[in-house]
């Protein structure tokens, strides 16, 4: 246990953290600059692959390191072009274009290597040159921190120096803005004349150069040589990493040094006689379980998010349908109301004129007894149907006073009121 403390606290390992981390992170932010475009660059092992190859070769032949890394950087930028001309001007499946790309660099690397060199497995009889150290002046003799930070490949420091340069160009560039306007829509950015393919050919070439960067570091730093698959997975550990890191270049950096802990790791927990495939599987076991966890947290984000929205949707259909059922009560209150009345008002009318008929009845039957003259008596019965007419008119003078009340939807009483009156009508006519 002592022994294992001793490796992680000390200055030799956290120089290796560092230096496993450079071709991660390049790799990383190659993946996040196509990613904010909206296209996921799946070729980045396949890119730094051939970068690798082509900065071994050129810096050989012309006995220049910088004229291999330009060499390598090109090679990258080619390679991106090439899966931006399948994927946005052929109409090809990105995913599947960049493993073909993928699967010609594995291969192809290897026939080239033996064309040059005569050898399928590694560049050793190559004269190829190595990029510089840097040392800091001032900060390599810092007891503890100095041999950490000092001494490492100019790449090294360019790598860390591109992830402040990179987030500058993403958000505070007119070609920075562009690329993440048609990363978030691209028929938005369609709509005001920016031209989606040619912004995402960008984007692929400028990860194709970071992966170039990245390939070169692996064969002109992290070792003098090119060897066969030598990337080992980096390009999608990378992909890993700008996920985890949640597309920033901050988030992107920490995450790269998290998977560089873990490979630094691996490289020094042999010298403790620890089975060599557990310690070579650990960066891979990282990986998985880093995109577990990003997995996880991502999930609670979108049902977090989901759920909010359908509370603030059920929160405004509240109102509106409180609204609406108390217009509906007050409707139908004023209905019940009208209906009560207009019962009232003809019960009443309907009362009265039955009364008005029975007093002209009974003023008949009274008068037919009387016995008298023939004479008189059809007088009498005369002024008796008068009386009844005029009973009868009565009546309908109050069913049509009943109507106009219910048409006004007037209270009961008024109805009331009528009735009587007509009622007091009929029984004037009947004594008349």
Do not use: C
Request: net charge neutral.
């Amino acid at each position: 246990m002592n022994s294992f403390l001793g490796i992680i606290f000390s200055s030799e390992f956290g120089y290796s953290v560092l230096r496993v981390t450079t071709p991660i992170l390049f790799a990383t932010l190659g993946a996040l600059i196509s990613d904010k475009a909206g296209v996921i660059n799946i070729a980045l092992e396949g890119i730094m692959l051939i970068a690798a190859l082509g900065g071994v070769i050129f810096s050989a032949f012309t006995g220049s390191s910088f004229a291999g890394l330009a060499a390598a950087v090109l090679l990258g930028a080619l390679a991106g072009l090439s899966l931006g001309y399948f994927a946005l001007k052929l109409k090809t499946d990105v995913i599947l274009a960049a493993i073909a790309l993928n699967l010609l660099a594995s291969g192809g690397t290897i026939f080239v290597l033996y064309l040059v060199a005569g050898d399928k497995g590694i560049s050793s009889s190559l004269a190829s040159q190595v990029l510089p150290k840097i040392d800091i002046p001032l900060l390599k003799s810092i007891p503890g921190i100095g041999p950490v930070f000092s001494g490492h490949n100019l790449l090294t420091y360019l790598a860390f120096l591109a992830v402040p340069a990179v987030w500058f160009f993403l958000y505070k560039t007119p070609l920075g803005l562009r690329i993440r306007a048609v990363g978030e829509n691209e028929h938005a950015a369609d709509s005001v004349g920016i031209s989606v393919v040619r912004v995402r050919f960008t984007a692929l070439v400028l990860s194709g150069v970071m992966a170039g960067f990245g390939g070169a570091y692996m064969s002109m730093g992290y070792v003098s040589w090119f060897s066969r698959d030598m990337t080992a997975g980096r390009g999608f550990i990378a992909l890993a990493a700008e996920a985890m890191g949640g597309a920033t270049p901050v988030g992107s950096m920490l995450t790269s040094l998290l998977f560089g802990f873990f490979d630094a790791l691996s490289n020094s927990l042999q010298i403790l006689k620890i089975p060599y495939e557990f310690v070579s599987m650990l960066p891979y076991l990282a990986t998985v379980i880093g995109l577990v966890i990003y997995t996880v947290r991502k999930t609670g984000q979108i049902r977090r998010i989901q759920e909010q929205g359908a509370a603030g949707e059920a929160g405004a259909r509240a109102p509106a349908g409180a609204g609406r059922g108390r217009a509906d009560k007050a409707e139908a209150g004023s209905q019940t109301a009208a209906d009560k009345g207009a019962p009232g008002s003809q019960t009443a009318a309907g009362k009265g004129a039955e009364t008005a008929v029975g007093k002209g009845a009974e003023s008949k039957a009274a008068s037919s007894p009387s016995g008298e003259g023939a004479e008189t008596a059809a007088g009498k019965n005369a002024e008796t149907a008068a009386d009844t007419k005029a009973s009868v008119k009565s009546a309908v003078a109050a069913e049509s006073t009943a109507a106009e009340s219910k048409t006004a939807s007037s209270s009961s009483g008024e109805g009331a009121e009528t009735a009587a009156g007509s009622k007091a009508a009929a029984e004037k006519g009947g004594q008349s």
